[in-house]
């Protein structure tokens, strides 16, 4: 069992940054890759970046392509969506997953699992 559990949100005005962590514990030797996802009011949850744990490689929503970067720690088990840029619309609650099985490149949520309680951000215009 992999526990995931997320922190950093908060309240930003449009144009700041925020940094989000989410702290991986349990047997998380067997990674393969980790993503996050954010769900606004009313909306699906949606992916919004990923990173491969094997070879470091990493991808984007169109969305936030170019303002937010995932990134990892590997000695403290750690991953990390640096958000810079913050519009309105980027608020919403942020989740981080870790991904079931091998295969990269997928942005389904049914190919995530071991989801953290999600973290608020909100950005005020």
């Known amino acids: 069992q992999v526990q995931l559990v997320e922190s950093g949100g908060g309240l930003v005005q449009a144009g700041g940054s925020l940094r989000l962590s989410c702290a991986a514990s349990?047997?998380?030797?067997?990674?393969?890759?980790m993503g996050w996802f954010r769900q606004a009011p009313g909306k699906e949850r949606e992916f919004v970046a990923a990173l491969n744990w094997i070879s470091g490689s990493t991808s984007y929503a169109d969305s936030v392509k170019g303002r937010f970067t995932i990134s990892r720690d590997n000695a403290e088990n750690t991953l990390y969506l640096q958000m810079n840029s913050l519009k309105p619309e980027d608020t919403a609650v942020y989740y981080c997953?870790?991904?079931?099985?091998?295969?990269?490149?997928?942005?389904?949520?049914?190919?995530?699992?071991?989801w953290g309680q999600g973290t608020q951000v909100t950005v005020s215009s």
């Open positions: 997953a870790r991904q079931l099985r091998t295969g990269w490149g997928t942005r389904r949520l049914a190919d995530f699992g071991s």
């Open positions: 349990g047997r998380t030797f067997s990674t393969y890759a």
